[in-house]
């Protein structure tokens, strides 16, 4: 098999399996916590909400994305197969080809800062960086394929993570706050949820007892009710449901 095929097929395949990417660092970083040196790892309030503001500004750069895309462009992958009725060039997309995978990066680095490794946050970079390649080249594969030469023109000027030349292009649709609930509520919570795993790990391994930091306790309650919240509405309400989103 040719090397873009095969790059091609393992990008699709790791789209699938995308919610690996949590588990794997929580799984690492629980590992670390326990092999690390655990003075490091001590409670500070403010180095802590700073790695949850880093999480905050990945979730931020999602919204921004997910709140003024319409339904079906880019290549957006589904269970089915990835789908683009249209091409986004404007809004974010005018500064970067893949704003949603740079908001993910930034949500899982804070979990890893949170840990106070160097060596960690260099491996979970190039982990990160190695993982989601693989991703953004099928999905390029597959623009490219069905819009030719608008895409090649698009990806000459536009780079694909980081943004050297911005030249941002207003999008014609408005900001939807009901898109973003509708789909960025899972996301939201598992921050806090990876968050409040390591701090109850990290408290284990400190004292040998099973508690959660009192701020952990609160941030993870706050955000469990609001995700209970979007669920309830989701399940038994349309209102979330806006045309062309």
């Known amino acids: 098999m040719a090397l873009v095929h095969e790059f091609e097929n393992s990008g699709n395949w790791l789209f699938r399996r995308r919610s690996w990417l949590p588990v794997f660092i929580i799984a690492s970083g629980l590992l670390m916590l326990?092999?690390?040196?655990?003075?490091?790892?001590?409670?500070?309030?403010?180095?802590?909400?700073?790695?949850?503001?880093?999480?905050?500004?990945g979730q931020v750069i999602r919204i921004f994305t997910v709140g003024f895309t319409p339904k079906n462009t880019s290549g957006r992958n589904t269970a089915g197969g990835q789908i683009a009725d249209e091409l986004n060039?404007?809004?974010?997309?005018?500064?970067?080809?893949?704003?949603?995978?740079?908001?993910?990066?930034?949500?899982?680095?804070?979990?890893?800062?949170?840990?106070?490794?160097?060596?960690?946050?260099?491996?979970?970079?190039?982990?990160?960086?190695?993982?989601?390649?693989?991703?953004?080249?099928?999905?390029?594969?597959?623009?490219?394929?069905?819009?030719?030469?608008?895409?090649?023109?698009?990806?000459?000027?536009?780079r694909a993570f980081i943004?050297?030349?911005?030249?941002?292009?207003?999008?014609?649709?408005?900001?939807?706050?009901?898109?973003?609930?509708?789909?960025e509520h899972n996301s939201f919570f598992n921050v806090f949820v990876v968050f409040?795993?390591?701090?109850?790990?990290?408290?284990?391994?400190?004292?040998?007892?099973?508690?959660?930091?009192?701020?952990?306790?609160?941030?993870?309650?706050?955000a469990a009710c609001i995700w209970s919240l979007i669920r309830l509405i989701k399940r038994f309400t349309r209102w979330l449901e806006v045309d062309g989103r």
Not at 41 to 48: G, M
Not at 115 to 139: G, K, Q
């Open 89 to 158: 060039v404007t809004g974010i997309y005018s500064i970067i080809r893949h704003p949603l995978y740079v908001g993910n990066f930034f949500m899982w680095l804070g979990p890893v800062l949170f840990l106070r490794s160097v060596w960690f946050t260099v491996v979970f970079c190039l982990f990160f960086w190695l993982y989601y390649e693989r991703i953004m080249f099928a999905e390029e594969q597959f623009l490219r394929r069905k819009f030719v030469e608008i895409y090649d023109k698009y990806s000459e000027k536009v």
């Open 196 to 222: 409040a795993v390591l701090d109850l790990f990290r408290n284990l391994f400190l004292s040998e007892k099973i508690y959660m930091t009192r701020i952990w306790m609160w941030l993870l309650i706050g």
């Open 163 to 183: 943004p050297f030349h911005v030249k941002f292009i207003p999008t014609k649709l408005t900001f939807s706050f009901r898109n973003i609930l509708k789909r």
């Open 34 to 57: 326990y092999l690390g040196n655990r003075q490091v790892i001590i409670f500070d309030l403010r180095d802590e909400m700073i790695f949850l503001g880093v999480s905050m500004l």
